[in-house]
């Protein structure tokens, strides 16, 4: 007998990274590294799913920056090139491999496993990534939702609202662009909520959104159900809860299935390993070490320096395990709690960051078929769903507004707000009062003005990206963090003054249309009163 739902949610975002000026950079590693290694085998997955008559629904948010990057002809042409050449490299290391048998049966395995992603891109995807999710969702199987325009952090944009409901349209109109219909639903940017901003959602047609646990446990009335049925806000949006104890099992490469010691290391890679004479062609021009995704050691075991071999099999075995592990705990939990909830069906919310699938936790797309396909025919407990066929299942649930929080350390605002970010929302501040400023001033243009209003427009989307904040809170590539945060607000104020003016520099407007193409169907007026 069914007892109740789970549902997976899969959160895929990257920044806007696009750098023509260059013929090589290596923040653009960040998007080729996600494609080959987590939305190519999601694709796969759900491919053979399909194929194979396997019931399963999905959610997955695929935000703006990342669909505008994916669209992109110049990255996608980029991508195609570095993917050719980790086929050749994948089979010199054949040829390097040979006498040492581990090795040598895991070099062949990544010349299969690159020429499968090669294969994926240009057949099945047709070199468009976004066209394969698509078919997904047209077949019903896959449910893709928005984010925020450029995943701005909504609770720290609050202090000009104009700016976040900006937010919010720009990515619906993002999201028609590349679907060709409106989403029901969004990822609020790190799950970051304040009260009463779902009324931009209701405004944009959006049915729900996801929120972090303590969100619902802490909202304005007591969830009856805690975060096992949604609440709808005032605004008549559902929030989803986070379920913890699920999360956990996935998510933790500490007390998760990620770190188990036969899954591969992550850190040790030939690109590192390797001498530069041989491996120099297939890392950054300027001899900077980056990851190749050949990499030939497992976990071992936490905080050791000696990595032993990686097994496929071996891990392959331990995926399967600990899909049916995390199948077993869902079941016992959905059979126990639908004994508390009155005969009312449990919905276990598991959200995750699409990217812990395959590049952080290489095998993590092999454990979700695994549990997809353990969920469809060894179990009748729980059923696989999209929070909009719970919500066509379910339309009756408690009302409540959800309390401030985020997914970020703390469960609140301090991951990016605190020493090493506080400096830049007094320009982002301004900039989003001068943008609306100027969409008020201008209601009507065209021509000249009207592409520097939009690209005003654009400047100020990239500079809100809560991903330079987030990076250097983490102080890893701070340096470029600072970079784009100050030339997109450098562009901004430019192009605003320039405007007030009445002296707007072509030459310059068409080198930031250049550098900064996301978002071409960009309605300036979003940020008008």
């Not at 705990?329 to 959905?334: A, E, F, H, S």
Request: glycine share 8%.
């Amino acid at each position: 007998m069914e007892k109740g739902y789970i549902s997976l949610v899969l959160h895929a975002h990257l920044p806007f990274v696009r750098h023509p000026e260059h013929a090589e950079f290596m923040e653009e590693d960040w998007l080729f590294e996600a494609i080959g290694e987590t939305y190519l085998p999601l694709i796969g997955m759900m491919d053979r799913l399909v194929r194979d008559g396997v019931p399963f629904a999905i959610t997955m948010s695929l935000t703006p920056p990342l669909c505008e990057m994916l669209a992109d002809p110049l990255l996608m042409q980029r991508y195609d090139r570095r993917l050719r050449k980790l086929v050749e490299l994948a089979g010199k290391e054949i040829q390097r491999t040979r006498g040492h048998d581990d090795f040598h049966r895991m070099a062949l395995f990544y010349k299969e496993r690159f020429e499968e992603e090669l294969r994926l891109f240009e057949d099945v995807c047709g070199r468009n990534v976004l066209s394969a999710f698509r078919r997904f969702q047209d077949q019903g199987v896959l449910e893709i939702i928005t984010c925020g325009a450029t995943h701005g952090f909504f609770p720290l944009m609050q202090v000009n609202e104009k700016a976040v409901r900006a937010q919010v349209r720009a990515a619906v109109a993002n999201y028609k662009k590349h679907f060709g219909r409106g989403p029901r639903g969004i990822w609020l940017p790190e799950c970051g909520y304040y009260p009463d901003v779902d009324r931009f959602l209701k405004e944009e047609g959006i049915q729900f959104f996801l929120v972090e646990t303590h969100g619902i446990l802490h909202a304005s009335t007591r969830p009856k159900y805690g975060v096992f049925a949604p609440l709808f806000t005032p605004s008549g949006v559902a929030a989803f809860g986070r379920d913890v104890e699920s999360s956990r099992q996935v998510w933790s490469a500490e007390q998760g299935y990620p770190g188990d010691p036969d899954y591969r290391d992550f850190y040790r890679d030939i690109g590192f390993d390797l001498d530069e004479s041989y491996i120099g062609p297939y890392i950054h021009p300027d001899g900077i070490r980056i990851h190749t995704g050949i990499k030939y050691h497992r976990i071992t075991g936490k905080r050791v320096e000696h990595k032993e071999p990686y097994r496929r099999d071996w891990a392959m075995e331990k995926a399967a395990s600990h899909a049916g592990d995390f199948l077993f705990n869902r079941t016992k939990q959905v059979e126990h709690l639908y004994g508390l909830m009155d005969g009312r069906k449990p919905l276990v919310v598991a959200p995750y960051d699409a990217e812990l699938f395959g590049h952080w936790w290489y095998e993590g797309p092999e454990f979700l078929e695994f549990f997809i396909r353990k969920a469809a025919y060894d179990q009748d407990v729980l059923r696989l769903v999209t929070p909009i066929q719970y919500l066509d299942e379910n339309p009756v649930c408690q009302r409540a507004t959800p309390a401030l929080s985020s997914w970020g350390a703390g469960g609140y605002n301090e991951f990016w707000l605190e020493g090493s970010n506080a400096w830049v929302y007094r320009h982002l501040h301004q900039a989003a009062d001068r943008m609306c400023e100027l969409a008020d001033r201008f209601p009507h243009a065209d021509g000249v003005l009207e592409r520097a209003l939009k690209q005003c427009g654009r400047e100020l989307l990239l500079a809100q990206s809560s991903d330079w904040a987030f990076i250097m809170r983490t102080d890893t590539t701070v340096p470029y963090a600072v970079k784009r945060t100050r030339n997109h607000i450098m562009r901004f104020t430019r192009l605003y003054e320039e405007i007030l003016g009445n002296r707007i520099d072509e030459g310059f407007l068409k080198e930031c249309e250049w550098l900064d193409t996301s978002f071409q169907e960009l309605d300036y007026r979003v940020w008008a009163d």
